[in-house]
């Protein structure tokens, strides 16, 4: 709210002194365009009449029988002989004397346009017309922006604040997730921390009175283990999500790393006494080797941490048209429908408390969606609560 207000207060006072500009341009612009059109008329004024003039005994005079020229109206005539001295005149706002140039002039407190051009016989024929139209349609314009410019104010000031919204709405649910994320390191960190310094402490203790409690070195090395996987798993979550970075992309048998990598674990299934079985030929991917291992490990340690012992787990790699597919299906304790689509959401745990027991910081399958999104492909899954769950990976074949 604090910074919406602050966008719309640097718009209004960016606006006025915008809006003040334009206003003082613009009446300005006004003012020289209307100028030169009472210009234009004194010229073709002057065009006019200097065939008028006609000499009476040697007097200047203006053949005016008729209705004057509509351009007239208002105009003082006046027409001066070589020595500048004034022989003829029409009208009521002269100027006493020969004026050169274009000039405003003031008779009477009335402001007047004067021009005068050299005619025949070495006369000078010397025109004014009033400024009174010119002053009127400023006045007029001047009052349309004395109106016009609190309005737009206003307008600007309302849609300022209303579209800060929509600007600052994504950049504050960033920041609320940002806050978020760290509470949860925080939260995350602070067992693996406490139970390392206990024990560390309690070692020092044991040194003083010289036991050896080797489960207590165990329980710090457990501790630090987790941190590191943690950290760990931020650094390539940060990788993942930055499109910026770069992963080292090479085509390999997306079938053989399944493989190679379940070979890898067997040892671990077996504790569990969980059947693990593989299917699947080559299939070839473009991928980074290391990040696309990590996808396939993360949803193989999910399925070995989420199924009971006795269970059974399954690999399938298979290519189908332009995609290669990996399901790894188990019948471990499933999700409910409700919560399969916040698994890939960062920090989330089906149960809390039991699985951040069984060690799981609820990044894996936020890395797993990070990087097969990364290699332009897709994750999900279907699960029954109490029968097992399945989840995919489908990737582009290489072509
Ligand atoms: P964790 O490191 O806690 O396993 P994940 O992001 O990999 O975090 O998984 C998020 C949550 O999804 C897990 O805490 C667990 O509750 C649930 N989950 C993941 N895989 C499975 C699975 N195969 N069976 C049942 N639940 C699962």
């Not at 027409?79 to 002269?94: A, K, T, V």
């Not at 002039?105 to 017309?129: C, E, M, P």
């Not at 307008?155 to 949860?184: A, H, K, M, N, T």
């Amino acid at each position: 709210m604090k910074s919406r207000l602050s966008i719309a207060l640097f718009f209004l006072v960016f606006s006025t002194g915008l809006l003040c500009a334009f206003a003082l341009i613009s009446q300005q612009f006004l003012s020289v365009s209307l100028t030169e059109m009472q210009d234009k008329r004194l010229l073709e004024l002057a065009a006019y009449l200097r065939t008028e003039i006609e000499l009476d005994h040697g007097r200047p005079v203006l053949r005016l029988d008729e209705e004057p020229a509509a351009g007239m109206r208002g105009a003082t005539i006046q027409i001066f002989d070589q020595h500048e001295i004034l022989r003829f005149e029409y009208g009521h706002l002269s100027p006493r004397s020969l004026q050169t140039g274009f000039s405003d002039y003031n008779i009477s407190g009335q402001s007047v346009r004067v021009t005068s051009i050299s005619v025949k016989d070495h006369l000078w024929l010397q025109l004014a017309i009033p400024n009174d139209e010119k002053l009127r349609a400023l006045v007029a314009y001047g009052n349309m922006l004395r109106l016009f410019l609190p309005v737009a104010l206003i307008l600007v000031c309302l849609s300022s604040f209303y579209f800060s919204g929509f600007v600052l709405g994504p950049i504050e649910r960033s920041l609320q997730e940002l806050r978020g994320f760290l509470v949860d390191v925080g939260h995350e960190l602070r067992t693996p921390i406490t139970i390392a310094l206990s024990n560390v402490q309690a070692m020092q203790m044991d040194l003083i009175e010289n036991r050896i409690e080797p489960q207590r070195l165990e329980a710090a090395e457990r501790a630090i283990l987790r941190m590191n996987r943690l950290v760990e798993d931020l650094f390539l979550l940060a990788r993942s999500e930055n499109a910026t970075v770069t992963f080292r992309v090479e085509t390999l048998d997306f079938a053989a790393l399944s493989r190679s990598i379940i070979n890898q674990h067997e040892e671990a299934f077996s504790a569990k006494r969980i059947a693990l079985t593989f299917s699947g030929a080559q299939a070839l991917v473009k991928c980074d080797a290391e990040a696309i291992a990590r996808v396939i490990e993360n949803l193989l340690e999910n399925a070995l941490r989420y199924t009971p012992d006795g269970g059974s787990v399954g690999v399938t790699v298979e290519q189908k048209g332009n995609t290669v597919l990996l399901g790894i299906s188990d019948t471990g304790i499933g999700i409910p429908k409700e919560l399969q689509s916040k698994v890939f959401e960062r920090f989330f745990r089906v149960e809390e408390s039991r699985d951040r027991h069984s060690g799981g910081a609820g990044l894996g399958l936020s890395i797993v969606k990070s990087i097969v999104e990364l290699n332009g492909g897709r994750v999900w899954l279907e699960s029954d609560i109490g029968k097992g769950s399945k989840f995919y990976v489908e990737i582009p074949a290489a072509a």
